[in-house]
């Protein structure tokens, strides 16, 4: 049995190559695992409207709204998986909320 | 010197389960299995073992705790019967994929319904492709010296799977025979100390298992899966060779009896076995060419050694304990008939269904279904696609 230590699995990897039982031997690697495309409708950041209250960032379930310094930046998209739960909690309307292809 | 016993199969497994010490046992008692966790809650309460047992609510908790144990690094064992064994469907599947060497006692007993609590195999033969290895018993010498082997077998690094230990509810887990022990410091040095290279309970190592798998990677995960089920094959044949050294008992993928110049041949698994080499031996001293392939294990199954035992045969019944309902016969039926296909020529193969909820098989029954197939071969008829042996109708 292959038990090699493998932090950058990809699927390239033959079945040789992969852990027993798919174990990872690595921690917060769930970052690699890009979900943005998932998404069929987009959160649009309006920066001059934001007070910077971060009501936002904790409702985001996937951690998709990166603050530094105590204040938000614009959205993580390789990430967010457009749910929208972000634009409903702004009470300024600085996020605006738009299907593809709209 | 070995240790001479008189015991029921429940009370043999659980004596090797003592002799082993397992760091955690987790079973929900079911008929006929119950006396297993209660003689090893009894073990652990008079200090005669230091495992940790775990009670839990159902079998879909004990395989899950079997499961959480095992994957912590610890060597884990569960006893299930019947519906119990149903109840882990889910788990038995996680505890496989995940590659978890869990020992699992399994009392064979039907499932409901109509309810019944006697033997047959539908328990076990529903969970067939759940990637566990599947050993079978014939009496309780066996099912002791089976179970041992298959915690060998399971963490085997080349084999990483769970086990199922089986035996026939009540006919061999009930009924005292008479046998042989090892003793308990010849077992520990057989099976040894339970060193994973990766659990949980590492300090010095990081690891996520029963992550999501992709579709990029599930297929050659469950490839993976299956190289492992093939290499157990020889895993077992060399384990049981080994453990020919400590008990000076033979075992393999199958057992021939009288197969050598036999015409006629039945396929048979568990106690049953018994039953029918005492018919065998009555026929032999009648002149019939009877043979008899008990399958020891069915998973993986050992399609070479079958084709191999079943070259020269006339006519094959291939006996069934349990119903598939496919409508075209039972399993070991349908898996004896494949593993022939191309490779033994013109042999007749009947599949009879036997024995189920507990229905008595008596030697005068195996006696018939050799007549059965002796007529068919000199009839030139074929058989019927499978039937149920001395159904009242």
Redesign the interface.
Known sequence: ?K?NLMKN?T?D????D?T????????GNSAEFKTGDWRTATPKFIEEKCKQCLLCVPVCPDCSIPVVDGKRLDFDFDHCKGCGICAKVCPFDAIEFVKDGE | MAISERLSGNEAVSFAIKQINPDVVAAFPITPSTEIPQFISQYIANGEMTTVYVPVESEHSSMSACVGAQAAGARSMTATSSCGLAYMFEMLYIAA????PITMACVNRALSGPININNDHSDSMGARDAGWIQIYAENAQEAYDNFIQCVRIGEH??V?LPVMACQDGFITSHAVERMELIETDKVKAFVGEYNP??YLLNPD?????G?Y?TP??Y???K??QT??MKNARQVIKDIAKEFETISGRKYDMIEEYRMEDAEYAMVIIGSSAGTAKEAIDELRTAGVKAGLIKVRVFRPFPLEEIAAALKGVKAVAIMDKTDSFSAAGGPLGAEVKAAIYGKVDGLVAANYIYGLGGRDVRVEHIKLVFDEIAELVKSGKQPETYKYLAIRE
Do not use: C
């Open positions: 049995m038990d699995i699927p990897n033959k079945w040789q992969l027993p039982g798919g174990f990872i031997y690595a921690s | 994929s995940n590659r978890l690094k080349d990483h290279e990766k190592e990081i690891l996520a298992v992550t798998d990029q990677y297929m050659e995960h490839k993976a190289e492992a």
